[in-house]
């Protein structure tokens, strides 16, 4: 520090210079120390050109390339004034005495040591922008053999080859390769999730490692999770233009140590590693099991008095990407983790359903397409959802525990019970339940009533070859992780199964959590499975049919990302692999057993930042002095709960320990420590203290930085060892009381009104839509103008129908319909109509229903084995036995041929299953004359 203090500010900024280009690989020589043949790469000092001396001459390959003009660290802001100078002496000769050496120098640096632009002159739009350092000499070489410069191949991207791709797919590619070809630094796609990001991802990436030649891209994840299902989509993805899978193409490397292969062309990471890898730190694989907001590496940092900046590392220069793709980008970007993107010189882009304010802010606003949840359900990509409510009396108005009551009070974390009489009356709010108070007649009247309303209201017609009812795939969001184990010990009760029906998955269970969601998401069982936080987002459950929410969310950001869980499209045959008596899902259902569909929701960033570190680290972490926005928010976050719980008697023995600071003081100076505003207000005091000629903006920035430094330190100083220990203590005071007294009742268990309001409207559209195309269908036309040639209507009017629908309206597909018809009729106190075994005979009853045909929506093979047995009695009215044994089952099989294909021909009889009977021939020799009668009456009389 002394020796910078002797030095003036440009031989300071020199010496920083020079220490970078050193560690890019670069030789720094003088003009008495010149030999261009010393490495890849030199950097001379004081190189003359025709105007005036360039402060660094680049050489690679002993050819000049680039130059670096140096300022002073306080000339920070001046950089942008400079361009003009740096870019003069690149494209002017070398003087060398009375000869001089014409080169173009594209390359074309201004630094400080600190701030370090950079512009590539062989660019369309030379653009300058900020690097973390310099380029290696290995990269500068490797830029000139390709000759044009990655911004000048993007212009040359041939247009999309669409085949395959949704719209929304198709508008995202072309929007982001048009904000590349514009030189755009960020850009964000905003995808619904089950829209396809990752397939979306896949394709544009695939088009810049081939037609612009990017060296490798970097896909960044926030959890482990996360990067093995990207993993498993870039080995499944195949080119439309090649016969060949991704990876058969390129090399794809999933990061599981620091070790970078020279030859990947994607690299998957999650953002916990790379930023251990720029610090040079082994990282534990726990840290990639929750995204970074919720890592526990407090332990790390009660080793120093600050977080460590990323430095710069040999091993991962700033080139290393040419893209950098940020999976779930609303998450994990920003505070300490933002360092992992500033360090690269790469393009960033990212992928999320649900961005907010900031999201928006760190990619400069720069939307290059939005798809939202309700544009991919109407393209019929997402299905939507309907909402069940379940109330009770306690969890919408709590209950008391009274005095002289005997009951178990439980310790949160290690569940052990102790029996104790109460001394004073424990009243309980809604917002208490599971935290405070345990009342498991309430967790078990929801799970009762649940279990009800799935057989009667809410997919009633799930009943087995053996009559027992199959439980829909169900996720359960419970509060905390003693809550979850709550919730299964009462679901497996209630539901009488075993421990394989309903498991946990959380990051605290003793299985392996990946093994149990793996085969919740592939498997039989477990049909339902209770989380905290680890399905909330980001994790694929195709098969999920109900959502029940037993906790609620106040972020909007998380809860459209919980809800996502359940939008996701899965084909038939893969959704009866594990839930046999589904037939397709048209929609899932949010079961709301606490208000969550209705609760404010805030759009404002969780304060709680790190959720699994205990407040006795937290406590101490500040008392030690570390200074970190993380760290202060989430202490704040827990003294705002614990503020609510203690009584005045304890708020008073606090000021004892506090200086007289209550905790609504002492958490609004923790929120204040990093709260821009205050720090900006705080500074701006001091800035007007000094004269206006002398203010520069390197003196703002200190003043700044001394605000925040001030603000830090009279929030830490509050906190003592006597203070720490209080808060710990009074905090372990609050056990779980047990309340097995209070018995709980179902108040209310229903659709929501939207909900009947929705199915409504769906029956009303899929009416009109009817109406609309009665002319231009056949078969339409037939229902609504000639009804009376029904027997006419075959299999393939019929398909002709469904595919125009599906084209046209995806929402009004049929089971949907069905289902909409439903929840109408049980709305009404009604029995729901019995579902058809295939979609196409639900849509000809839904036509016979909608064209006033049938008076009540039925099943069209019902009607038809209904309309059958009828024709056979009045064919025996008139003489006992018309038929012979044999005849009846031909008759039958006639019957069965229009249940699935709606019509017999003649020529059907020479198909299956007739031809194996003996076909035509068999027919007429058992019927004689009558055979083309009798099947033209079947036609008419099953189809009326």
Known sequence: MSDDLN??????????????????????QSKSTIDLSAGKGVA?????????????????????????????????????????????????????????????????????????RFTDYRDPKPRGRTVFS????????????????????????????????????????????????????KALIQMATG??????????????????DAKRVLFLVDTKNLGEQAEQEFMTFQPTDDNRKFTELYNVQRLSSSYIASDSQVCISTIQRLYAILKGEELDESAELDNPNESSWMQKRMKTNTPVPVEYTEKVPIEQFDFIVI?????????????????????????????????????????????????????????????????????????????????????????????QQEDEDTAYKRNDLDKKVVNPSQIRNIIKEYKKALRTTIYPNRLDENGDYEVPKTLVFAKTDSHADDIIKIIREEFNEGNDFCKKVTYKIDEDPKSVLNRFRNSYYPRIAVTVDMIATGTDVKPLEVLLFMRDVKSINYFEQMKGRGTRTIN???????????????????????GATKSKKTDSRPLERKPSIPMKDLLGAVTMGIADEDLFLSLANRLIRLEKQITEKEKDKLLEFSGGKNLKQITKELITAFDQDAID?????????????????????????????????????????????????????????????NLDTVTKSEWETTTVDKAQQIVTDFSDYLKANKDEIKALSIFYNHPYNRRDITFKMIKEVMEKLRLEKPLLAPDYV?????????????????????ELTALVSLIRRVCGIDSELKAFDKTIDENFKNWMFKQNAGQHNRFTPEQVAWLRMIKDHVVSSYHIELDDLDYTPFDAKGGKGKMYQLFGDEMDNLINELNEVLAA
């Open 681 to 741: 207000e705080k500074a701006q005091q001091e800035i007007d203290k000094i004269p206006k000629v002398d203010r520069t903006p390197a003196l703002e920035q200190e003043a700044k930085q001394k605000a925040q430094e001030a603000l830090i330190l009279e929030a830490g100083k509050t906190f003592t060892g006597e203070l720490n220990e209080y808060l710990d203590n009074v905090r372990k005071q609050h056990e779980q009381i047990i309340d097995s007294i």
């Open 572 to 594: 038939s045959d893969s959704l009866q692999l594990v839930s046999k008596t589904a037939k397709t899902k048209t929609h899932f259902v949010i079961v709301d057993a606490v």
């Open 818 to 838: 069905w289902d909409a018809y439903v929840t109408l009729s049980l709305s009404k106190g009604k029995m729901a109509p019995k579902q058809p075994k295939d």
């Open 327 to 419: 999976d779930e980008a609303h998450r994990s970007i920003y505070n300490l983790w933002k360092q992992v993107l500033d360090y690269f010189d790469a393009f960033l882009i990212g992928l999320t359903a649900t961005p907010d304010k900031r999201t928006f802010g760190f990619f400069n606003e720069n939307v290059v397409s939005q798809y939202t949840y309700e544009e991919s359900v109407t393209d019929g990509v997402n299905v939507p959802y309907d909402v069940y409510t379940i109330e009770t009396e306690i969890s919408q108005n709590g209950e008391t525990v009274k005095a002289g009551w005997f009951v178990d009070r439980r310790d949160k974390l290690t569940r052990k019970k102790r029996w």
């Open 195 to 212: 829209a396809g990001k990752t397939f979306t991802a896949a394709t544009f990436i695939y088009r810049l490692l081939k037609h612009a």
């Open 7 to 28: 030095q003036n500010p440009e031989q300071i900024a020199r010496d920083k210079i020079d220490e970078m280009l050193r560690q890019a690989d670069w030789i720094v």
């Open 134 to 185: 310099f380029h290696k000499p290995e990269t500068i070489a490797d830029w000139l053999k390709k000759g044009k410069s990655l911004r000048e191949r993007l212009l040359s991207i041939p247009p999309l080859d669409e085949t395959g791709l949704r719209p929304a797919q198709i508008v995202a590619i072309n929007n982001l390769e048009t904000s590349f070809k514009n030189n755009r630094p």
């Open 44 to 116: 001379l000092r004081e190189t003359n050109t025709v105007s005036g001396s360039a402060d660094y001459m680049l050489f690679v390959d002993r050819k000049p390339v680039g130059v670096i003009e140096a300022k002073k660290e306080e000339e920070g802001h001046r950089l942008l004034m400079v361009e003009e100078q740096s870019v003069r002496y690149s494209k002017e000769p070398i003087k060398i005495g009375a000869f001089t050496l014409d080169n173009e120098k594209p390359f074309v640096y201004e630094s400080t040591g600190t701030v370090t």
